[in-house]
């Protein structure tokens, strides 16, 4: 009987997928939803080439931070992550200062909290590398150098240090019952010097943690970034075309997906695998001529001899087997998960494959282009871009779910 209720419970979904289109330009989406071992498995179409849903992110940001000249904390320098809190203010990971910087809801910079060093809420060069609320009212930024989150509460006064539990250094979200989503770092577990392959990808454990920073439990080995290694230099760098394993907090449930093609796994915070999101995908290999073009247009602007010695480390790179299949992932707090297309030669926009909470894909998004997502809110895009100065703004865009 079981089996029977998940066959028409698929069945009502692919009816109710084609007659509800979610304002994607008239495309019916096929869904089907099925149960293995009491994983809910939930198979997509792609959304029609063109198509989006009727949501719209505005003309331009209604908040911009960052400046070439001026007070030094509007001059951000490595950020890495923001999120904007709740009541409105917008908090920077500014590894550059190894600082969490806070600014008003319009864009003033109004504290800084943390800075270089090794006592209580201080960080390592490079470092926070995310900035994230903490259940509470708190908000938490990394020290992976230290495998510490620090956390501090809305007045900026620092509460505790979470020490990770050993081989874990990066802290990757927390969900909603103060479990941490943990992996090890690649550059700091050392599987990328003197590598002996040109190709390098080492596995990666993931793992739950308790709130405290003790192991819950391991999430399992995964595959993590592709580096390219040459005799030339000391230390692998990434590949330009490098699939990796992408993570975000969907909700209750985290979720962990290599990119090597197409398919989400959702994790509650005891372990247990949930859910399995599957989205159609041809998966399309990399030319050499295509590895090249990129080459030369991401470093033409080197001076001759730093880009000489580069291209000298480079010699030899060849394409990966497949390009990624996805790009990024986010959630938003009405429970979408938002999973960005990866860019193919050519391809500018900034594409993002919207499913609702029960994994159904419902059509395709645009964000700004040259926008680094950060964060999706309910009527928001928060994220970071570089101007032709290559000054660091990030910037707040409205989101309008219902636009007339």
């Not at 990328?192 to 819950?216: Q, S």
């Amino acid at each position: 009987m079981r089996k029977s209720r998940i066959t028409l419970a698929g069945l009502l979904v692919v009816l109710a997928a084609a007659c509800d289109t979610g304002g994607d330009s008239g495309s019916a989406l096929r869904t089907e939803v099925h149960d293995s071992a009491g994983v809910t498995i939930v198979e997509n179409a792609r959304p029609v080439t063109g198509s989006r849903l009727d949501w719209r992110v505005g003309a331009a940001p209604a908040v911009s931070i960052g400046t070439l000249e001026g007070d030094e904390g509007d001059m951000l320098f490595l950020v890495l992550d923001a999120t904007r809190l709740p009541d409105g203010r917008i908090a920077l990971a500014n590894a550059g200062s190894s600082e969490l910087r806070v600014f008003s809801a319009d864009g003033a910079h109004l504290v800084t909290w943390g800075g270089l060093g090794e006592g209580p809420g201080e960080f390592n060069p490079y470092t926070p590398e995310t900035v994230s609320r903490w259940p509470g009212d708190s908000i938490a930024g990394d020290n992976m150098f230290r495998r510490q989150v620090q956390v501090f509460d809305a007045d900026g006064s620092h509460g505790r240090t979470v020490t990770l539990a050993d081989g874990y250094q990066s802290f990757l979200g927390v969900m909603p019952d103060g479990t941490l989503l943990v992996k090890p770092s690649t550059v700091l577990s050392g599987g990328v010097f003197g590598a002996a392959e040109e190709l390098v990808r080492k596995d990666e454990d993931f793992g739950l943690l308790l709130p405290g920073g003790e192991l819950r439990v391991s999430l399992g080995a995964h595959p993590g970034e592709e580096w390219f290694s040459s005799p030339a230099a000391a230390m692998a760098r990434p590949h330009p075309f490098g699939r990796s394993t992408i993570s975000t907090i969907w909700g209750d449930l985290a979720v962990v997906a290599p990119n090597d093609r197409y398919e989400l796994r959702a994790y509650s915070s005891d372990g247990s695998l949930t859910r399995i999101i599957r989205r159609d995908h041809e998966l399309r290999s990399p030319t050499q001529a295509e590895l090249d073009e990129w080459l030369a247009e991401t470093y033409a602007d080197l001076p001759e001899e730093r880009r000489t010695r580069l291209f000298q480390q480079l010699e030899g790179m060849a394409p990966v087997e497949f390009y990624p299949a996805f790009e990024a992932l986010e959630s938003d707090p009405l429970g979408y998960l938002w999973v960005q297309e990866y860019p193919l030669p050519g391809e500018e926009d900034n594409v993002w494959t919207v499913f609702d909470p029960g994994g159904r894909a419902r059509g395709f998004v645009e964000t700004p282009l040259g926008l680094d997502v950060f964060e999706i809110g309910e009527d928001y895009v928060l994220g970071m871009a570089a101007d032709e100065n290559d000054v660091e703004r990030v910037q707040l865009w409205p989101l309008d779910r219902n636009p007339g």
